[in-house]
């Protein structure tokens, strides 16, 4: 029984507890909450931020013309350091002739080195050549793709070049160009977008291809290559360009840096 009436008077004092809270008056908050003079701030700085970063114009002008000139400017810095490197190495290699004439060593080791310039690419060779051009698919004029096809499928990509390459190396050849330049086995190819860059110089498609040897091993080599009769088969398909032809050429002597990675000091 004391249980029952304990919990009975329990009951009445929640009650009242309750109408109490009920008709307390409810406090009116005078003031504004702490996070709206912070958004006010930040919305402020974002407003500065977006007028000192436009400069007096719209942030969607057009800045194409100041981006291309940037990329003319560091081509012409490109350019002026390739020369100012051609410039010193013959430099050195006036040095090292003059040398050669008291030095019986450097002289010995002049005429080796004469000697295996053409093998490493140092001069221009002549003879009957392979050349395949690759191009992007030409752009319909209503904007439309082909059916199945998405924009990537319309572009050479660096696979394309490199499996052509490979397959003319694996065909026995004996010099090779791309885009008039002259390559080595150990140069590399690269792709950016739909650009090439190679030597540190940006081409546009077509990309040019020329492989001195003999036509019918290297014909065939391109012909055995996967990655070469998938390109081709995409071109059939969505139009991309695939020329080969066979002719005499003349590929220029390599021009590029040729410092040394490793070296032996010789018997």
């Given amino acids: 029984m004391e249980y029952t009436s304990g919990a009975a008077s329990w009951k009445k004092a929640l009650r009242r507890a309750a109408a109490a809270l009920v008709q307390r008056p409810r406090r009116r908050r005078f003031g504004w909450p702490v ?23 719209t942030l969607r002008e057009d800045r194409r013309p100041q981006l291309n000139q940037l990329i003319q400017d560091r081509r012409a810095e490109v ?13 050195v290699e006036a040095y090292t002739s003059a040398l050669a004439g008291s030095d019986g060593t450097i002289q010995k080791q002049q005429a080796r080195a004469a000697a295996s310039r053409e ?12 050349t395949v051009e690759l191009d992007d698919a030409p752009r319909r004029s209503d904007g439309s793709l082909p059916t199945g096809a998405t924009n990537d499928d319309l572009v050479v990509h660096q696979g394309d070049v490199q499996a052509v390459v490979n397959a003319l190396w694996a065909g026995g050849a004996e010099a090779m160009s791309i885009m008039d330049v002259r390559v080595l086995a150990t140069s590399a190819v690269r792709c950016v ?75």
Wanted: hydrophobic fraction near 45%.
């Fill in 79 to 91: 350019v002026a350091s390739e020369q100012q490197a051609a410039a010193l190495r013959a430099r």
């Fill in 193 to 267: 977008g739909n650009t090439l860059l190679l030597h540190g110089r940006v081409y546009s498609p077509p990309f040019k291809i020329v492989a001195i040897g003999d036509p019918a091993s290297l014909e065939r080599a391109l012909a055995e290559s996967e990655g070469v009769r998938l390109f081709r088969d995409l071109a059939n398909t969505y139009e991309l360009g695939y020329n080969q032809t066979v002719s005499t050429v003349t590929v220029p002597a390599f021009d590029g840096s040729a410092a040394l990675r490793a070296a032996t000091v010789p018997e």
């Fill in 119 to 130: 093998a490493a690419g140092f001069t221009e060779l002549t003879g009957q050549a392979v």
């Fill in 35 to 57: 996070g709206v003079p912070l958004i006010a701030a930040a919305a402020g700085l974002l407003f500065t931020t977006t007028a000192t970063t436009a400069g007096g114009t």
